[in-house]
């Protein structure tokens, strides 16, 4: 036996509201929000598809007045050129040296001086923070001749030490702000109940906070790759020898005012100067989704 309830006489049943405009909203947003991401993705992407599509035409394609979406005669002559006949293999090596000594020392320092700026209270602290923050906002030419100067005093001018230093000064103010975000986020009660154990600093710094900032390292090294790894100013003032110069420099070398520019040989130049940043991406990223899972559970 079912019941049917009734509305009281006189009164009229209420009625529910139909779902479906409200879905039809909602797939109409998700529709558009997806176009835009699209054209989005587009505009970003076109960029470093002209890159490659040029790379691999001949020099006749390249400078032909109506643009080819497909190289017609693919080749890899600019690859060729760009490795042979430069100093592609010693500018990379130099360039390898420079940003492996730069992130390193950069994340070793701001590991420190994250963990004090996070962790201890003393006098002047915030004052600290706050010019750290102030030199981040400078820019870099406003600091290039002062750091000239005192390299040159120094005698670090044309040597990888020098250019180091360079990089680590540059880099150093946003890593030390990116790790103390993450020292923040860690309770404190996870360093008492070590101290209660009886560990100490040392052991605490080496056992428990550094596994739980692991994902701000792996950020902060990627920051200070790509900050190395594209920089041009520093390199060129500060290396006089040419055997000493960077990847970077040695992009502008396929520009010339005598003979043009080898546009073909610079794309091609551009592409392998990529490849490194985008395998150390994705080598990074598999171990700063594992980092961030790994420390939300610890935490």
Known sequence: MSVTATAPSGLAAPVAPDPAPRRRRRRTRHVWANVIAVVFSIVWIFPVYWMVNTAFKPRPEVMTPTPQFLPVHPTFQNFVVAVTQTSFLQNLLNSVIVVAGAVVFALALSLFAAAALSRFRFRGRRTIMVVILAVQMLPGTALLIPQFLIFNNLGLLNSYVGLILAYVAAVLPFSI???????????????????????????????????????????????????????????????????????????????????????????????????????????????????????????
Do not use: C
């Open 177 to 299: 702000w990116t790790l103390r975000g993450f020292f923040v986020t860690i309770p404190v009660e996870v360093e008492e109940a070590a101290m209660v154990d009886g560990a100490g600093t040392w052991r605490i710094l080496r056992s428990i906070l550094f596994p739980l900032v692991v994902p701000g390292l792996i950020s902060t090294s990627i920051f200070g790759f790509i900050t190395a790894w594209n920089e041009y100013i520093l390199a060129y003032t500060f290396m006089k020898d040419q055997a000493m110069y960077t990847l970077p420099i040695w992009l502008v070398s396929f520009s010339s005012p005598v003979t043009g520019t080898d546009y073909g040989g610079q794309m091609a130049a551009s592409v392998l100067f990529a490849l490194p940043v985008v395998v150390f991406f994705l080598i990074i990223q598999r171990h700063l989704v594992a980092g961030m899972s790994a420390g939300a559970v610890k935490g």
